[in-house]
């Protein structure tokens, strides 16, 4: 069965670098999304992609962040200078159809800021 | 997005069903309720999703009630792989809708063996 993979599965960054966490969606879908979910609190929207453009972002999703399909596969969450508080699980999902179609969630990259 | 109510926690014992219910009182006509999963930190899991119709795949049954503004989740047979936070989520589904997924705190279910 299909499925989203992220890469790396744990990141440790000292705070003021840049990360780049990297996503492989399912192979026909169209849409892809970035959620996050600091440890111990609910799962966030950050932002939404389609045809190399961002289609909706939450308040989280600030110019520190930026997204990019740099090829036919990858899907890439850019965070420029990190924070203590980026500590988070981020998860990259996709979904065939806009809007309210169902999302496919990949396993999720932990990120750790030191 | 309807707002969705769901009890805190609930346990099983494993081999029984497992009935999660879901409160969505203010849904629209036109609002899908959907439900995920997430195993300890794991990526959320899709389950179900339904308009009105009773909906049953080979994870589980979605029973909406026929005023639409409640509904439940069954798992027929818990495992103790069926622990997990369980999210009910109402949204617009088609090209209408909002992209973003709003995920509340779920319902916390423990099956015990």
């Known amino acids: 069965e299909p499925e989203v993979t992220q890469t790396p599965s744990h990141q440790v960054t000292q705070m003021g670098q840049e990360v780049i966490l990297r996503c492989v969606p399912i192979?026909?879908?169209?849409?892809f999304y970035w959620y996050r979910q600091i440890l111990g609190q609910k799962v966030e929207f950050l932002v939404s992609?389609?045809?190399?453009?961002?289609?909706?972002k939450s308040e989280i999703f600030d110019d520190q962040f930026s997204v990019e399909r740099p090829d036919g596969s990858n899907f890439t969450l850019k965070i420029r200078s990190t924070k203590l508080e980026d500590s988070a699980m981020y998860f990259c999902?996709?979904?065939?159809?806009?809007?309210?179609?169902?999302?496919?969630f990949g396993p999720g990259t932990r990120l750790t800021v030191l | 997005d309807a707002k969705t109510t769901q009890p805190t926690s609930m346990d099983c014992a494993e081999g029984r069903a497992a009935n999660l219910p879901c409160n969505h009182s203010?849904?629209?006509?036109?609002?899908?309720v959907y439900w995920y999963r997430q195993i300890h930190s794991q990526g959320p899991q899709y389950i179900i999703h339904?308009?009105?119709n009773n909906e049953t795949n080979e994870m589980a049954s979605l029973i909406i009630t026929e005023d639409r503004k409640s509904s439940t989740l069954i798992l027929p047979h818990a495992t103790l792989r069926d622990t997990a936070v369980y999210y009910c989520?109402?949204?617009?589904?088609?090209?209408?809708?909002?992209?973003?997924?709003?995920f509340g705190k779920g319902t916390k279910l423990s099956v015990i063996p």
């Open positions: 999902a996709s979904s065939e159809q806009p809007g309210g179609d169902t999302q496919y």
């Open positions: 192979s026909n879908h169209l849409y």
């Open positions: 992609f389609y045809n190399n453009e961002i289609s909706e």
């Open positions: 203010t849904i629209s006509g036109n609002e899908y």
């Open positions: 339904g308009l009105k």
């Open positions: 989520i109402v949204r617009v589904s088609g090209g209408a809708g909002s992209y973003q997924l709003t």
